[in-house]
T-cell receptor, first 116, second 114 residues
Framework: DQQVKQNSPSLSVQEGRISILNCDYTNSMFDYFLWYKKYPAEGPTFLISISSIKDKNEDGRFTVFLNKSAKHLSLHIVPSQPGDSAVYFC???????????????FGRGTQLTVWP | KAGVTQTPRYLIKTRGQQVTLSCSPISGHRSVSWYQQTPGQGLQFLFEYFSETQRNKGNFPGRFSGRQFSNSRSEMNVSTLELGDSALYLCASETGDQRDTEAFFGQGTRLTVV
């Protein structure tokens, strides 16, 4: 039962343009969302996160938007660079046993390719 | 500050054998989680340990087990290996005692079962 879904397995974007990666979730208890970037043979690297009390969070070229009513979030990368080419995972967590994070639910990832 | 360290990086085992993977979290982090990554299923949560206690568990059979030591280092064990256990096993660490913090991942252990 996939509670976090990334419906686009791949995305190809020209350098300098905007990359938009999408993620949908089904569990209304999720209240914290994260994006990770992963290169082959490496572990995921944290990119950016957003709490459900916000609808936008920005960090340099990366912006995450959250639409709670639609249970949808997106990651915008502007401008896209060839070094951004990687697999991007969306992840979510719900409150667990009080205040702790505990467990992340991941989407299956989107392969982003940025071409010159 | 040293990152999350997983050993070994690569492992080849035969069906029926058992295997132990190790994870050293970031200094000061008391929570260690384990994930299995396969091409078809993405990252699947195995279990999480906090202060030597298993706090959360995913939907994996009992052949998958783990433990955490007093220094927060963690090991996971898979017994009676099956071909389907071939995967990248990732360990993540975090402080474990507050919300809205990110998990930091190790580079993973690539397990191949033949």
């Amino acid at each position: 039962d996939q509670q976090v879904k990334q419906n686009s397995p791949s995305l190809s974007v020209q350098e300098g343009r905007i990359s938009i990666l999408n993620c949908d979730y089904t569990n209304s208890m999720f209240d914290y969302f994260l994006w990770y970037k992963k290169y082959p043979a490496e572990g995921p690297t944290f990119l950016i996160s957003i709490s459900s009390i916000k609808d936008k969070n920005e960090d340099g070229r990366f912006t995450v938007f959250l639409n709670k009513s639609a249970k949808h979030l997106s990651l915008h990368i502007v401008p896209s660079q060839p070094g951004d080419s990687a697999v991007y995972f969306c992840a979510a967590s719900a409150p667990y046993r009080g205040s702790t994070l505990g467990r992340l639910y991941f989407g299956r990832g989107t392969q982003l390719t940025v071409w010159p | 500050k040293a990152g999350v360290t997983q050993t070994p990086r690569y492992l080849i085992k035969t069906r029926g054998q058992q295997v132990t993977l190790s994870c050293s979290p970031i200094s000061g982090h008391r929570s260690v989680s384990w994930y299995q990554q396969t091409p078809g299923q993405g990252l699947q949560f195995l279990f999480e340990y906090f202060s030597e206690t298993q706090r959360n568990k995913g939907n994996f059979p009992g052949r998958f087990s783990g433990r955490q030591f007093s220094n927060s280092r963690s090991e996971m064990n898979v017994s009676t290996l099956e071909l389907g256990d071939s995967a990248l096993y990732l360990c993540a660490s975090e402080t474990g005692d507050q919300r809205d913090t990110e998990a930091f991942f190790g580079q993973g252990t690539r397990l191949t079962v033949v």
